[in-house]
T-cell receptor, first 110, second 115 residues
Framework: GENVEQHPSTLSVQEGDSAVIKCTYS??????FPWYKQELGKGPQLIID?????GEKKDQRIAVTLNKTAKHFSLHITETQPEDSAVYFC?????????FGAGTRLTVKP | DTAVSQTPKYLVTQMGNDKSIKCEQN?????MYWYKQDSKKFLKIMFS???????INETVPNRFSPKSPDKAHLNLHINSLELGDSAVYFC??????????????FGPGTRLLVL
């Protein structure tokens, strides 16, 4: 089955700095890679996703990259703000079956 | 107008009891899921249902039984609750958005505490 590894488990940055979270996956059949943000006491919220036929995607301060050959994908947040503080999850998905990484707790210090 | 809703939000119960958690989505999606999030925040899929049919049943004790009365609802019944069942349970739903790429939308979670 699919195994998704996510690093780092915790990340602390100064406001305005960039944050990078990296994930690897094992199942070549995975073709969709969403990223979720989970704030305290809430459900995971989709922030950006990337499909297997695309190498990178950007949405304002957030960008994702995918290397299918190496089975790596990454989340980049630029100009971090205190409200970016949360737990971030990567996931690898095939139809009806999504597997999550263990999460990264991001803290943005003002 | 909540997209994916769960009830109850909090559930505190004694070991050995039987309890149910309900989930409803108004997005018109045809696939629904249950996830368990443990104290270390790890999100693990438990079940997925597509058009009321069980697709994934992960290694979950058979004390857990999902029920899908229709495409908009997926309930989770838990028998003989154990201390280790304490966790946050999330419901999610998805619908194919072209090709096989499915975006999942999560409910707010049900916080279960077994005493």
């Amino acid at each position: 089955g699919e195994n998704v590894e996510q690093h780092p488990s915790t990340l602390s940055v100064q406001e305005g700095d960039s944050a990078v979270i990296k994930c690897t996956y094992s199942d070549s059949a995975s073709n969709y890679f969403p990223w979720y943000k989970q704030e305290l006491g809430k459900g995971p919220q989709l922030i950006i996703d990337i499909r297997s036929n695309v190498g990178e995607k950007k949405d304002q301060r957030i960008a994702v990259t995918l290397n299918k050959t190496a089975k790596h994908f990454s989340l980049h947040i630029t100009e971090t703000q205190p409200e970016d503080s949360a737990v971030y999850f990567c996931a690898a998905s095939k139809p009806h079956d999504m597997r999550f990484g263990a999460g990264t707790r991001l803290t943005v210090k003002p | 107008d909540t997209a994916v809703s769960q009830t109850p939000k909090y559930l505190v119960t004694q070991m050995g009891n039987d309890k149910s958690i309900k989930c409803e989505q108004n997005l018109g999606h045809d696939t629904m899921y249950w996830y368990k999030q443990d104290s270390k925040k790890f999100l693990k899929i438990m079940f997925s249902y597509n058009n009321k049919e069980l697709i994934i049943n992960e290694t979950v004790p058979n004390r857990f039984s999902p029920k899908s009365p229709d495409k908009a609802h997926l309930n989770l019944h838990i028998n003989s609750l154990e201390l280790g069942d304490s966790a946050v349970y999330f419901c999610a739903s998805s619908s194919p958005s072209g090709g096989a790429w499915e975006t999942q939308y999560f409910g707010p979670g049900t916080r279960l505490l077994v005493l």
